[in-house]
């Protein structure tokens, strides 16, 4: 462009900004990182996590911020005595006679006032999760990587059934997920029992099993008193269930895409001289609440 002089207008020169890597002093037109601290990956600006390297997209490790657990191999936030909570690290219980729940507020669990955080939907009284709000009204949870699969990821983002490792029951020859001390239920692992005198059955919610108290989301349909599963609603009433992968099967899908007509394999209860089949913690509905 010029000027009615003849002169020409000096041409603009682009907006810079300093490389985000702390300590770097060079500037760049686009992009988070400079040439040394981006990653190798052809088109890719994100910041690499070490020089040389790649970012998290692309393969790179994670720089952890907080402090590791010494236990070799364990990647966990260390927390009292340079390890974390399951090697070793001791946490404040809440200060009730006889709870041994974590603290999470002013000296208590839960259980006994500790104030949580409730999705901000009208009437909803669920735990918020994610944007103030949650699941089912919204919050976004990561699903499972693989197409077509709705699960929610739970180790290197994929679910279970397309290879998320958990860690198993160390007793040989088991393939139940460990619970506590490295071992399922049924080798032994403690689960909390109803708080009630004489009751025996696992605490659901509170510290009591349903019998006694434990609220469980029941269907939202008028009249209704069977247990919601999707959508507020029980399977009576529309929750949307796995169908078996057998044409023309209509069953419910346990495990490995078919039903039990089709060769599911499904555990049975682990509480001696049972033969029911486990629905939750490796037990059935009679032994869990």
Not at 110 to 134: F, L, M, R, W, Y
Request: glycine share 14%; hydrophobic share 20%.
């Amino acid at each position: 462009m010029r000027l009615l002089s003849g002169k020409s207008l000096p041409k603009k020169q682009p907006r810079t900004r300093s490389c985000i890597v702390e300590g770097c002093t060079t500037q760049i037109v686009k992009g988070k990182a400079c040439a040394a601290h981006q990653c190798n990956k052809e088109d890719c600006t994100n910041k690499a996590t070490e020089e040389g390297g790649t970012c998290l997209k692309h393969g790179g490790k994670r720089k952890y911020k907080y402090k590791q657990c010494s236990s070799e191999g364990c990647t966990n936030q260390a927390k009292n005595g340079g390890v974390c909570v399951k090697h070793g690290a001791k946490q404040d219980r809440c200060c009730h006679e006889g709870c041994n729940n974590v603290i999470k507020e002013q000296g208590v669990c839960i259980k006994h006032g500790a104030q949580v955080k409730q999705c901000s939907k009208d009437g909803c009284t669920n735990q918020a999760q994610k944007g103030g709000v949650c699941m089912k009204h919204g919050a976004q949870v990561k699903q499972c990587s693989k197409e077509g699969c709705t699960n929610n990821a739970v180790k290197g983002g994929v679910c279970k059934k397309h290879g998320a490792q958990v860690k198993q029951c160390s007793k040989e020859g088991c393939t139940n997920q460990a619970k506590k001390g490295g071992v399922c239920m049924k080798h032994g692992a403690q689960v909390k029992r109803c708080s009630t005198d004489g009751c025996t059955k696992y605490a659901v919610k509170g510290g009591v099993c349903v019998k006694h108290g434990a609220q469980v989301k029941q269907c939202s349909k008028e009249g209704c008193t069977n247990d919601a599963r999707n959508g507020g609603v029980c399977m009576k009433h529309g929750a949307q269930v796995k169908q078996c992968s057998k044409e023309g099967c209509t069953n419910q899908a346990k495990k490995g895409g078919v039903c039990m007509k089709h060769g599911a394999q499904v555990k049975r209860c682990s509480t001696d001289g049972c033969t029911k089949y486990a629905q939750k913690g490796g037990v059935c509905i009679k032994h869990g609440r």
